[in-house]
C-alpha cells in the first residue's frame, strides 16, 4: 500500500492568498484527519471525518479554515485567506475505525510557509 | 480536561538505554501508543499497548504501562544514532477510541 498521500509537500504563498492541501487516506480506511503541527503548539486536530461525514470539527481555528471529504479517497484542506500565522505542517491521517486497532497512519506532511 | 504530558528533550549515549516517559490523566483510555517523527517527516506508529497489560517487548522496544499510576514509558535498548528523532505518547480519548491525545513529543538526542 502507498499509505498516506499528501500534495503539495512545500507551499510558499502570500498573505491573503488562497491555499488547498490535499490528502489521498489509504483504500479502505474510514476515518480521516487533518493535523497541524507547530513549535508553539505542538501537534493539534483541527478535523475529523468518519465515512466522510464531519465528526468532530471544533479544532478549527477559524472561518477562514475549510476541510472537505466529496469522497472515500480524497480530502482537501482550504485557507482562505491564508495568513503568516498559519504557517506550520499540516499532516493527513487515516484509520480504520471499528477495526481491532484503529491506529492513525500518517502521511509525509505539508510544509506551509505564508509571507 | 484530558492531558498527556512528557518531557521534551532526553539526551543519551550511543549504545545505552534511552527510557522516554509519559502521564497521562484518562483513566479510561483503553490504548496507548507510542509514535515516532523522524527529520522532515510525518508520525510512524512504533508500538503500542493495551490498557490491560503491563509490558509489551517488540526487538529493542520495550513498553512499560503501570496504570495505577497512569505512567507511560518506551524503553529503548542498545540506542542508536537511527534512533534520533521526537517521540509522542498518546492515549485514546474515554469517548472514542480513534481520537487520541497527544503528548508534546519528547526529543531523543543521541551523544556519540
Known amino acids: 500500500d502507498a499509505g498516506v498521500i499528501q500534495s503539495p509537500r512545500h507551499e510558499v504563498t502570500e498573505m491573503g492568498q488562497e491555499v488547498t492541501l490535499r490528502c489521498k487516506p489509504i483504500?479502505?480506511?474510514?476515518?480521516l484527519f487533518w493535523y497541524r503541527q507547530t513549535m508553539m503548539r505542538g501537534l493539534e486536530l483541527l478535523i475529523y471525518?468518519?465515512?466522510?461525514?464531519?465528526?468532530?470539527d471544533s479544532g478549527m481555528p477559524e472561518d477562514r479554515f475549510s476541510a472537505k471529504m466529496p469522497n472515500a479517497s480524497f480530502s482537501t484542506l482550504k485557507i482562505q485567506p491564508s495568513e503568516p500565522r498559519d504557517s506550520a505542517v499540516y499532516f493527513c491521517?487515516?484509520?480504520?475505525?471499528?477495526?481491532?486497532?484503529?491506529?492513525?497512519?500518517f502521511g509525509p506532511g505539508t510544509r506551509l510557509l505564508v509571507l | 480536561g484530558e492531558d498527556v504530558e512528557q518531557s521534551l528533550f532526553l539526551s543519551v549515549r550511543e549504545g545505552d538505554s534511552s527510557v522516554i516517559n509519559c502521564t497521562y490523566t484518562d483513566s479510561s483510555s483503553t490504548y496507548l501508543y507510542w509514535y515516532k517523527q523522524e527529520p522532515g517527516a510525518g508520525l510512524q506508529l512504533l508500538t503500542y499497548i493495551f490498557s490491560n497489560m503491563d509490558m509489551k517487548q517488540d526487538q529493542r522496544l520495550t513498553v512499560l504501562l503501570n496504570k495505577k499510576d497512569k505512567h507511560l514509558s518506551l524503553r529503548i535498548a542498545d540506542t542508536q544514532t537511527g534512533d534520533s528523532a521526537i517521540y509522542f505518547c498518546a492515549a485514546s480519548r474515554r469517548d472514542s477510541n480513534y481520537q487520541l491525545i497527544w503528548g508534546a513529543g519528547t526529543k531523543l538526542i543521541i551523544k556519540p
Open positions: 471525518f468518519n465515512n466522510n461525514v464531519p465528526i468532530d
Open positions: 483504500s479502505g480506511h474510514n476515518s
Open positions: 491521517a487515516s484509520s480504520l475505525v471499528g477495526g481491532r486497532l484503529e491506529t492513525q497512519y
